[in-house]
């Protein structure tokens, strides 16, 4: 690793339900370091058990941060984590402490490292009513002849993001290339690597769990409490599925079945995404604390 004054910074990343969220604050027990929530549905108040969101007692103490900081009813974007991490990690580190920034939004973590940029476009309301009425499919075919390149680095499941790239193209002509910047701090990534069939199994026992733990309930609670059907199909996953079954147009059956094969199609399209990052060490899943020590101590002593 070169040689770097720069504040250093800890990321740990891998799919969903691979362990980030105990790793992290493993490793923050021993460093002295607090954690950044990098989960662009984390934000949210009252999204805890869909989200998978860490609880009072598994923190063991360490501070998080970006967690419960939004309204479901509001729209909390990119640009905003950049800005409220940005802080965050300036208090960290002048207190003398590590960040470690944990999450499965890989965009929020490449807007933080510099290694994505937020067009300065402002939201469009016409266009994005207009965009509402086309179905995901449509979507993604505009943006493939739109801009091809911006197509293959973006998640085309995600209809936010699908319209936001295509609302930038219809006001700039193109998605502007990431700006070369300086960036003020030294990152050291590590990466969980977790077998395909056992994160499948992973994944489905968690639903569950969560389902008996109360997921359901959780999304009743959100609606009557004033979050659309609409915005709560938005969020992807959980809140998209157990809202369609509250409404009664899937059962519950076929909500769980749905919910377990979006989860792995979406876990795999994030080890997609973070297998392009060649700058990622990785460690093989159940990652045993003691087999990164050795490497973050070297990353801290440089």
């Known amino acids: 690793m070169p040689s770097s004054k720069k504040p250093k910074v800890l990321a740990i990343v891998g799919p969903t339900a691979s362990g980030k969220t105990s790793l992290s604050i493993e490793l923050a027990k021993q460093f002295n370091g607090e954690v950044i929530s990098a989960d662009s549905r984390q934000v949210y108040r009252g999204m805890d058990l869909g989200t998978g969101k860490v609880t009072r007692l598994e923190m063991k103490d360490v501070t998080h941060h970006l967690i419960d900081v939004a309204d479901p009813a509001t729209i909390y974007t990119g640009a905003d984590f950049k800005r409220d991490a940005e802080v965050a990690l300036e208090d960290i580190i002048t207190r003398g402490k590590l960040p470690i920034i944990a999450g499965g939004t890989f965009f929020y973590l490449e807007l933080l490292r510099g290694t994505m940029s937020i067009a300065p ?27 091809i390149t911006h197509s293959a680095k973006i998640d085309i499941n995600n209809r936010r993001r699908l319209m936001r790239a295509i609302e930038i193209i219809h ?19 590590i990466g969980i690597d977790i077998p395909i069939d056992i994160l499948a199994t992973r994944i489905h026992k968690r639903i569950l769990q969560r389902i008996d733990q109360g997921m359901i ?18 969020f992807g996953l ?15 059956e076929i909500m ?9 199609q979406f876990a795999k399209r994030q080890r997609t995404w973070l297998k ?11 990652v045993d604390t003691n087999d990164t020590i050795s490497l973050i101590e070297d990353f801290l002593k440089q």
């Open 256 to 264: 769980i079945e749905e919910l377990s094969v979006k989860t792995r």
């Open 121 to 147: 476009v402002p939201p469009n309301p016409e266009l994005r009513v207009l965009l509402e009425t086309k179905s995901t499919a449509e979507l993604q075919r505009q943006l493939v002849v739109a801009d």
């Open 217 to 234: 309930e959780e999304v009743e609670k959100l609606h009557k409490e004033g979050v659309t059907w609409e915005r709560l199909d938005s």
């Open 238 to 252: 959980e809140y998209r599925y157990i809202a369609r079954y509250l409404q009664g147009t899937i059962t519950r």
């Open 276 to 286: 392009r990052d060649k700058s990622i060490i990785w460690f093989p899943f159940p």
């Open 171 to 189: 006001t700039l002509g193109m998605i502007p290339p990431v700006e070369s910047n300086t960036f003020p701090y030294d990152w050291l990534t």
